[in-house]
């Protein structure tokens, strides 16, 4: 259904395609967010422009408004959302136990069918107490269907990248289906 939405937006052109942030409170949700659209932390949505394969796409990005931390979300956060950055932090294990179980489920539970996810383990910075291994985490995103990178909001690193690669395969699940 999304994915058919997402489809007249690139050969009709449609407005802003929207993303959402979710995971524990304060894995760096917001930060993520100021970082990929230089917006201040505390903007509850802000967009950017991601230039894939020659297009220029108009992301929306949602963050929660500290609603997480009663480990749910409001049913519309992931209304209308093509894509997702289900974040953790490396250097905190349960925020990975809560993110591969309560946030996955609540994306399944809430989110269209289509949507797809990115699992994002940030603070790659602090590999001196790292809880989480990449390869255990990068298991889990196969098993699920889920793409997966670790970042640095702090630093910067892989930030821009994360969302590319997000966009770039919704972009593609989008365009093999043809206009
Ligand atoms: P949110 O609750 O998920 O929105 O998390 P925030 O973006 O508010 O970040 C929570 C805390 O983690 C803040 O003190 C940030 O400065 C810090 N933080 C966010 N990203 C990083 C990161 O990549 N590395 C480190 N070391 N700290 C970070
Ligand atoms: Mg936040």
């Not at 809430?110 to 996810?117: E, L, P, T």
């Not at 255990?136 to 892989?158: H, M, P, Q, R, Y």
């Amino acid at each position: 259904m999304l994915i058919h939405l997402f489809r007249q937006y690139l050969f009709k052109g449609f407005s802003f395609i929207a993303v959402v942030l979710l995971g524990d409170l304060g894995v760096g949700k917001s930060n993520l967010l100021s970082r990929f659209t230089g917006t201040e932390t505390t903007e509850i949505f802000a967009t950017q422009r991601i230039e894939i394969d020659t297009k220029i796409i108009k992301t929306q990005v949602w963050d929660t408004a500290g609603q997480e931390r009663h480990n749910a979300l409001p049913r519309t956060h992931c209304r209308g959302a093509v894509g997702a950055l289900l974040v953790y932090d490396i250097s905190d294990r349960i925020t990975f136990e809560n993110a591969s179980k309560i946030w996955l489920k609540e994306l399944r539970d809430q989110a269209d069918s289509n949507i797809v996810i990115i699992l994002v383990g940030n603070k790659s910075d602090l590999e001196h107490c790292r809880a989480v291994i990449t390869d255990e985490a990068k298991v889990f995103a196969i098993e699920n269907d889920l793409l997966f990178i670790e970042t640095s909001a702090l630093e910067g690193s892989n930030v821009e990248l994360a969302f590319r690669n997000l966009l770039t395969e919704i972009y593609k699940i989008v365009t093999a289906r043809g206009p």
